[in-house]
Every structure is written in C-alpha cells, then in structure tokens.
C-alpha cells in the first residue's frame, strides 16, 4: 500500500518556477515507478513525466521537455518536479502517481496509486 501527498503547488506569473513535491508512505516506495500527471479545467488528465523505480531513466511530455524535471530521493521516500519558465497553459491540478514497474507509463489506468492533486496556476 502507498498512499501519496503532493505539495508546492501556488499563483505564479509566467517565467517563473515551482517545485512541486510528493510525499510517498509505504514500505514499498522505492520499488514504485513515479509519474507526475495534469488536468487542466475542462481536460483530460495528462501525462507529464515519469521516472523509474531507481531513478536512473525519465520521460517527459513534449510540452514540458526542457523546462520540467523529474527526480525521486528514495531514502526519504520523495518525488519532485521542478518547473521553471512556467506558461499559462501550465495551469492545471498536478498528481503524482505510483505504480509497481521498474519503469514509468504515460497511460494512467496503468498506475495504481494517486495522491490528491496540488492547484498551480500560472497568470499575470
């Protein structure tokens, strides 16, 4: 069992950066593949980025490549994602999800845990 809590999330303006963190219980975190999906109002979740259960290999939405990382610190049982140069069209309800797979998936359904959702929105 993992349950999951993300933070960090706030009102920003565009060009600016967050950290969003995601709190992770359960003895089994570390053998969990990570994945940081959004929702937009009126959207589907969609995938953002993912890490694998070692954090040695990342996978990142084409809309964030460059300007997203993803990271984990296993021995504190902790997933981040760092956003800089935020946009507007980054606003959304960010989650952090956990599945038991050495790596990530971008499909939702394939992940077995999800934390609450943190609120970042972008504006000027």
């Known amino acids: 069992q993992v349950q999951l809590a993300e933070s960090g999330g706030g009102l920003v303006q565009p060009g600016d950066s967050l950290r969003l963190s995601c709190a992770a219980s359960?003895?089994?975190?570390?053998?969990?593949?990570m994945g940081w999906f959004r929702q937009a109002p009126g959207k589907e979740r969609e995938f953002v980025a993912g890490?694998?259960?070692?954090?040695?290999?990342?996978s990142y939405a084409e809309p964030v490549k460059g300007r997203f990382t993803i990271s984990r610190d296993n021995g504190k049982n902790l997933v981040f994602l760092q956003m800089n140069s935020l946009k507007t069209e980054d606003t959304a309800v960010y989650y952090c999800?956990?599945?038991?797979?050495?790596?990530?998936?971008?499909?939702?359904?394939?992940?077995?845990?999800w934390g609450q959702g943190t609120q970042v929105t972008v504006s000027s």
């Open positions: 359960g003895r089994t975190f570390r053998n969990a593949a």
């Open positions: 999800a956990a599945r038991f797979s050495t790596t990530w998936s971008t499909r939702e359904y394939e992940y077995n845990y």
């Open positions: 890490i694998g259960w070692t954090g040695g290999t990342t």
